[in-house]
Each structure stands twice: as structure tokens, then as C-alpha cells.
């Protein structure tokens, strides 16, 4: 298959990227660091714990997303490695997707090594393994995919720092648009509350992937809710790889 | 016979800049590639060569014209099926080793199996690359990388070869056996379209050229029809005898030692070189007829542009 060889070989080359581990080394301390903050703190150590490490598999995840994401197409343009690769007989639909899928199995692996990091310290701490915080981390992985088909996009178009810029504007509006469907319920209704909604529409909400809270406290989660962010991660995906696409298909490689 | 490669009127500017500048390089250019023959694509450096080929590999789109190949529109990856190419400075993933990237590009064009590892052992053997295959891309000088693009450019078995300046970074042996290596792909039937400014090569091995310059073509046809085989002047090398004896019959272009060239342009006066010579005890070295050489064609080309 063109799309797994061409995904493959992105896995290849990302597995030899410093600021991977760079990365992934800060995570691991971030990790450790939670212990030490525990210990510091009185009253529910575990919850701190739990707090920051999710907070940190969330943070490192994401910049691995961006900057992965935004430099790989790029160095693919700019070292003209891409003139032999679409010369062949394939589509540059098929170069995407292999190029995020790629990115998706090499995001997917950072994420279970930090999770195993943090549920080794969370176990040393309390003897237990919590399966419910696994799907705290599931929704997490989700949201880095997401973000790693944000960084394609902008990849697409713009030099690496500035698809990063782009993309980390990204991840900020999508963390602050739930503060738009407050809004949305203050506002009378009118043109005012409909073109609030189409902006809420439009603009990411990634709180949707949001359960830390609830796993931390034990607060139920509606399955309901679950399946909901999962097809909301997976058009919104989707919708943002059509438009890398679309960016791509016409794009001159001079 | 078929025509495997048709461009027609194709034009191309490049925009850049921040308030976007035009800069037009294609100025409709048209020529064929028939099946079977090595066809020499030249010009000077800046002339489009390069973006002509990018224009026929869809890697960028021109603004207006058709590329057919085998009779296909160049815009389908399907047209490249058969379609092998070799960019003019190859730049590969430095990380991988030589065996690695071609398997690599294998992937990509289907290959599996023990056929795919006898192709890529076939490969590398054809262009000297076995004993480097399991050293690292970064670690290769720009003739190996050369050698191993040719490679990747061979896998999917093309009828259609496109070569960017194959032979550049080649020592003079390198370029002997990329010669070589081409007159044989003709030999198995495939097409080879190549661009080149090392005139010599082109004269070579190709039947059949195109000559672009500032993106317009502005001659292309056999060879042998752009060169005439008539007698440009004759050079004569004489020894023993001063150069002043010869003025009146030709040029005398250089004088070392106790030799003399001479450029004699009229065929009637080579005799009288020659019997004068014998008269004077003099010695004749050798005697050359020059024909034209692309090289001539190409520079009153461009001289006259
Ligand atoms: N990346 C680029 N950005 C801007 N202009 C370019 C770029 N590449 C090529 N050009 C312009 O396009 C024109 C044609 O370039 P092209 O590379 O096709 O020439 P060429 O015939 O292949 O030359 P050479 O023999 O040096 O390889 C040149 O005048 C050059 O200025
Ligand atoms: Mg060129």
C-alpha cells in the first residue's frame, strides 16, 4: 500500500527527530515532578498527581503534535525529497494521509509512553490502577490528533514557525470557545446569538475532549457524552484534512 | 511510430514576491518524444529545461497547454505509471541507506516479494551501488547519490525515462557508464528523454533534440538534420616548417615548438599545403576535417537570440 509505506517511512523519520525526546524528556520530568509536588501538599495528594499528569501528557502531546506535524511536510518541500515521492505514480491525497497517519502511530506511541510513566507514579502512590483514568488519556490522544491534522494544514501553506504560531492559536481558541456557548446562552436571541452559534460552529471546541475533571473526581460520564466528542473529533478531523487537500492537491513545488 | 511524450503550448510564469511579480517561463512550448529514442533536451542554464520537466511530472501545474504521456493527461497519476524519473541535484532521506530508500520507493510502486529484493539487487549492481547500499544517503557523494537516483528511477521497469541532467556530478568514467547504461535502456525498447548542457554526451546518444532557450523552443529534429555533414574547415599540423610559409593558403591558429596549425577553409587549397609541405622538406603530423558539432549549432543559436 502507498499510504502505509509512505507512513511508514514518516514514522521512520519522525522516530530520528531530537525534539521528539526533547519532548518527551520534559514530560517524563513534568511526571515526576507531580510526586514531589504531592508531597509538598496537604490534603488530596493523589488528585494533584493525577491533575498534573494529565495536564502534562495533554501540554507535551501537543507540542509534539504541532511540531511535528508542521515540520515534516515542510522539510519533505524544502529538502525536495517530495520531487521523487510524487513523480511516482501516486496521488498527493494519498502523500497526506500517509504523511498524517505517520504522524497519528508516532503520536500515538509518545502518548503510551508517558501514560505508562504516569500510571507507574500514580501506582507507586496509591497501589491502584484507575481504569477510568485511561479514558481520560484516550480523549487526550483524540484531541493530538486533531491538532496533528491542524499542523498538517498549516503545513500545507506556511513555513514551519508559522504554522506553529497558527496552530498553537488554534489549540488556544479551541480552549477558550466553550466561553462562546456561555455566551451564546446569555445573548437574546437574534442576528447577534446566530452569528455567535456559527462561530461556535465554525471555530474548534476541544473542550469536548475534556474529562479530566470527571475522572479526577469520580463524576460520572454520560456514555452519551463520550460518543458525541468521539464523532465530533472525527469530523472535525476529517473536515481539516479535506481542507489540507484541497491546499495541497493545486500547490506548485517549484 | 507513437508518440509517448506530447507537449503542446504549454506556458508557465512563476509569481513571487509579497505584492506578486510575474515572471513567465514557458512561452508555449511544444515538441514529441517518439517511442523508442533517446531524445536530448538542451539549453542554457536558466532556459526552463527544469520546469519543463516538473510541468510534464505534475509537479507544478502549467497555466495553459497539454502534456500528454502514452496518450494520457499528465494531471492522472495513472499517466505516470510507466514513468521513471531522475531530478537534476537528487535529494533524498539522508537518514536511510541506499537499500532502504529504494525498498522504500518499491513500496510505493507495489513491489513486494522476492521480486522486489532482486530488483533492488539488480539495481544497485547496474549502477555500481552495491558495495554503498548499506551506507546511509548522507554518507554518499554526489555522483553515488546520482547512481542511486538513477536506481530509484528504474524500479517501476519505466518505458519512459526522464533524466535531469544525468550526468552531472559524474566523474568521466560515471559518465561513460551512465551512457552506456542509457543506450541500453533504448536497447530494451524504453524511451529516454534527457536534458543536458555536456553537448558531447547529447551528441552521443541522441536521435533526437530540442533546443529551448529563454522558454521557447527554437529548433528540434533529428540530429543528423540539424548537423550538416558538410566540411566546416580543415585543420592541418605541420612540423619542421615556420608558420609564415602558409599565410596566403590558411589561418595558422597556433605555433608550438616547431609545429604549426593550420585551419585551411577551402578544400582546393588542402593540396597546396601538402605539396608544399613535400617541396619544403616539411613534415605533416595530421590531417582533420571538422564537421559541425551541436556545440557550433547551439552557440550561433544563442548568439543569434
Ligand atoms: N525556485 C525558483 N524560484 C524562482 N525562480 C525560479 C526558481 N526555479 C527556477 N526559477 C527560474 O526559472 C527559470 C528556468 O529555470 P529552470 O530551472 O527551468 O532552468 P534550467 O533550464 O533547468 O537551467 P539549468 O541548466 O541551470 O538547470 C530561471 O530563469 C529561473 O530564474
Ligand atoms: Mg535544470
Redesign the pocket.
Known amino acids: 500500500m502507498k499510504i502505509t509505506a509512505i507512513a511508514r517511512n514518516t514514522f521512520k523519520e519522525a522516530k530520528r527527530d531530537r525534539v521528539l525526546y526533547l519532548l518527551f524528556f520534559f514530560a517524563a520530568i513534568c511526571l515526576l515532578f507531580s510526586r514531589f509536588l504531592a508531597l509538598l501538599t496537604v490534603g488530596d495528594r493523589v488528585k494533584i498527581i493525577k491533575d498534573v499528569g494529565l495536564a502534562s501528557i495533554q501540554l507535551f502531546g501537543m507540542l509534539m503534535a504541532i511540531l511535528m506535524g508542521t515540520g515534516l511536510v515542510y522539510k519533505e518541500i524544502d529538502k525536495k525529497t517530495i520531487f521523487t515521492l510524487l513523480a511516482k505514480p501516486i496521488h498527493r491525497v494519498e502523500f497526506l494521509l500517509g504523511k498524517f497517519l505517520g504522524l497519528v502511530l508516532t503520536i500515538f506511541i509518545m502518548t503510551v509512553l508517558m501514560a505508562i510513566i504516569f500510571l507507574l507514579i500514580l501506582f507507586l502512590h496509591t497501589f491502584t490502577i484507575e481504569w477510568s483514568i485511561l479514558l481520560a488519556i484516550l480523549y487526550i490522544f483524540f484531541e493530538l490528533c486533531l491538532m496533528t491534522a491542524v499542523a498538517l494544514l498549516f503545513s500545507t501553506f506556511t513555513t514551519p514557525i508559522l504554522a506553529s504560531l497558527y496552530s498553537l492559536g488554534f489549540y488556544l481558541i479551541g480552549h477558550l470557545s466553550w466561553s462562546l456557548e456561555m455566551l451564546i446562552k446569555k445573548v437574546k436571541s437574534g442576528a447577534g446569538r446566530a452569528i455567535l452559534r456559527l462561530l461556535y460552529i465554525v471555530l474548534p471546541d476541544l473542550e469536548n475532549f475534556n474529562f479530566k475533571t470527571e475522572v479526577v473526581h469520580h463524576l460520572p460520564i454520560p456514555t452519551k457524552l463520550l460518543g458525541i466528542s468521539f464523532f465530533y473529533g472525527l469530523v472535525y478531523t476529517a473536515f481539516l484534512l479535506i481542507l489540507s487537500m484541497l491546499i495541497f492537491r493545486r500547490r506548485d513545488f ?1 | 511510430m507513437a508518440k509517448v511524450l506530447e507537449l503542446e503550448q504549454v506556458y508557465k510564469a ?1 509569481r ?1 514576491g509579497f505584492i506578486p511579480k510575474k ?1 513567465q ?1 514557458l512561452k508555449g512550448v511544444s515538441f514529441y518524444v517518439n517511442e523508442g529514442e533517446i531524445f536530448g533536451y538542451l ?10 520537466i516538473k510541468c510534464i511530472l505534475n509537479l507544478i501545474f502549467p497555466d495553459a497547454g497539454r502534456i500528454t504521456i502514452f496518450g494520457e493527461d499528465s494531471l492522472k497519476p495513472k499517466a505516470r505509471q510507466r514513468v521513471g524519473f531522475l531530478p ?1 541535484n537528487p535529494y533524498f532521506y539522508d537518514y536511510l541507506t541506499g537499500r532502504e530508500f529504494l525498498t522504500f520507493y518499491a513500496d510505493l510502486l507495489g513491489l513486494h516479494g522476492q521480486s522486489k529484493i532482486e530488483k533492488i539487487a539488480y539495481l544497485l549492481r547496474l549502477v555500481g551501488m552495491e558495495r554503498a547500499a548499506d551506507l546511509q544517503l548522507r554518507k554518499y557523494s554526489r555522483g553515488m547519490l546520482q547512481r542511486i537516483g538513477l536506481a530509484q528511477a528504474l524500479l517501476n521497469d519505466p518505458a519512459l525515462v526522464i533524466l535531469d ?1 544525468p550526468m552531472g556530478g559524474l566523474d568521466p568514467i560515471g559518465r561513460k557508464e551512465f551512457r552506456d547504461i542509457i543506450v541500453n535502456l533504448k536497447k530494451e525498447g524504453k524511451t529516454v528523454f534527457l ?1 543536458s ?1 555536456i553537448l558531447q554526451d547529447i551528441e552521443m546518444i541522441c536521435d533526437r533534440v530540442a533546443i529551448i532557450l529563454a522558454g521557447e523552443i527554437i529548433n528540434q529534429g533529428y540530429l543528423g538534420d540539424l548537423i550538416s555533414e558538410k566540411v566546416l574547415y580543415t585543420e592541418v599540423t605541420i612540423a619542421g616548417l615556420p608558420a609564415a610559409e602558409f599565410n596566403h593558403l590558411g589561418e595558422s591558429v597556433s605555433t608550438s615548438g616547431n609545429r604549426v596549425l593550420l585551419k585551411v577553409y577551402e578544400e582546393s587549397k588542402i593540396d597546396q599545403v601538402i605539396s608544399l609541405v613535400q617541396q619544403k622538406k616539411g613534415k605533416i603530423i595530421s590531417l582533420m576535417p571538422r564537421t559541425e558539432t551541436l556545440e557550433d549549432i547551439f552557440v550561433n543559436m544563442v548568439k543569434n537570440q
Open positions: 517549484i | 512563476y513571487f515572471k517561463i539549453g542554457p542554464n536558466g532556459a526552463g529545461k527544469t520546469t519543463t537534476e541532467e536534458s548542457h
